[in-house]
């Protein structure tokens, strides 16, 4: 296992790699392909100097000779629709301004009196009037239980 792999296929001998000139007739750069902190290695930047792929100025604070900017993000505030259904709401009374949950009461609307005329042309004389005893056929007033003003109504129909 610790012998050599075999040469590469198409390479059966492998001599020593070519050295071409450096382009442009350019002396060759010193110490390169030397190690760091060798003689001869590449040259260390300067104390305070920038290395190789750092901006001057990353992670660290802005210069005294810029202001400081303060960024304000304002959100837009959303009113949130309240949905009055036949159960009791807590919502923000729009008279009073007082925090509360809704008092609901019934009141007849147009479903019971469909549902009436319905049971009544099918011929069901004294079931008609059923709808009108039913709270699951009227409509749902919402109301504060504070000032005892109207806030909302769900409609059946």
Not at 10 to 38: F, H, I, L, V
Not at 40 to 65: I, K
Not at 112 to 120: E, F, H, M, Q, R
Not at 128 to 141: A, M, Q, S, T, Y
Request: with cysteine.
């Amino acid at each position: 296992m610790s012998d050599a792999p075999p040469p590469y296929p198409g390479n059966q001998t492998k001599g020593p790699e070519p050295q071409y000139p450096p382009p442009g007739g350019q002396p060759p750069m010193q110490g390169y392909g030397q190690p760091y902190g060798q003689p001869g290695g590449y040259p260390q930047q300067p104390y305070g100097q920038p290395a190789y792929g750092q901006y001057p100025g990353y992670g660290q604070p802005a210069p005294a000779q810029y202001g400081q900017t303060t960024v304000v993000v304002a959100q837009p505030t959303v009113a949130m629709v309240q949905q009055f259904r036949e159960s009791p709401v807590h919502t923000k009374c729009p008279h009073c301004q007082a925090e509360i949950v809704t008092a609901t009461s019934y009141e007849t609307g147009t479903f019971a009196w469909i549902i009436c005329l319905v049971l009544c042309f099918v011929g069901c004389w004294p079931c008609c009037l059923i709808p009108f005893c039913v709270d699951g056929c009227k409509d749902v007033v919402h109301s504060c239980a504070n000032c005892h003003q109207t806030i909302g109504r769900y409609n059946r129909m």
